[in-house]
T-cell receptor, first 110, second 114 residues
Framework: SQQGEEDPQALSIQEGENATMNCSYKTSINNLQWYRQNSGRGLVHLILIRSNEREKHSGRLRVTLDTSKKSSSLLITASRAADTASYFC??????????FGQGTELSVKP | KAGVTQTPRYLIKTRGQQVTLSCSPISGHRSVSWYQQTPGQGLQFLFE???????NKGNFPGRFSGRQFSNSRSEMNVSTLELGDSALYLC?????????????FGEGSRLTVL
């Protein structure tokens, strides 16, 4: 399959804890993107990291990229109940065509 | 600026029927792509259009087709519906050629095939 793999498939934590999600892929990338989806609704873009970048921050989000291992991780610090959602990594392939991972379902308990 | 608009949001069809879904991209965006999301297969790329031309196509049967109009609005059509076509169909827009940034997604059209 072209799709990347994400782990864990599901993650349950308490408010205030950090959540880490991992993504692996098989081929070279232009960039790797992370999206969030609430309960079967549309995807919301969170952060994009380009192949020549190693780390990127946006608010409580931190993304790392290791192109030698073909892997990326998303860290959400100080999680809130409102962070409960599914998170997907997506490999940019040919611009406009994203290859998505299977997603991590995050549950943050108040 | 209005976001990506997809219509209808929900629809129910029976096997053998056909369905047309519509997507209006963000104003000024010229590229529209479509994705199918199912519990079993996840998010899968269907096709992408730019300036009324299909640039990329995913691995779906010919029953799935699409088009883009001169105002960048796009439609996708699924003919001879099967139970397995039940899914959330997501449309995304982006500025266009040479762009390598984020995609902007609509809320999706949820299709149920009975």
């Amino acid at each position: 399959s072209q799709q990347g793999e994400e782990d864990p498939q599901a993650l349950s934590i308490q408010e205030g804890e950090n959540a880490t999600m991992n993504c692996s892929y098989k081929t070279s990338i232009n960039n790797l993107q992370w999206y969030r989806q609430n309960s079967g609704r549309g995807l919301v873009h969170l952060i994009l990291i380009r192949s020549n970048e190693r780390e990127k921050h946006s608010g409580r989000l931190r993304v790392t990229l290791d192109t030698s291992k073909k892997s990326s991780s998303l860290l959400i610090t100080a999680s809130r109940a409102a962070d409960t959602a599914s998170y997907f990594c997506a490999r940019d392939n040919q611009g406009g065509k994203l290859i998505f991972g299977q997603g991590t379902e995050l549950s943050v308990k108040p | 600026k209005a976001g990506v608009t997809q219509t209808p949001r929900y629809l129910i069809k029976t096997r053998g029927q056909q369905v047309t879904l519509s997507c209006s991209p963000i104003s000024g965006h010229r590229s529209v792509s479509w994705y199918q999301q199912t519990p079993g297969q996840g998010l899968q790329f269907l096709f992408e259009y730019f300036s009324e031309t299909q640039r990329n196509k995913g691995n779906f049967p010919g029953r799935f087709s699409g088009r883009q109009f001169s105002n960048s609005r796009s439609e996708m059509n699924v003919s001879t519906l099967e139970l397995g076509d039940s899914a959330l169909y997501l449309c995304a827009s982006s500025p266009g050629q040479g762009y390598t940034g984020e995609l902007f997604f609509g809320e999706g059209s949820r299709l149920t095939v009975l």
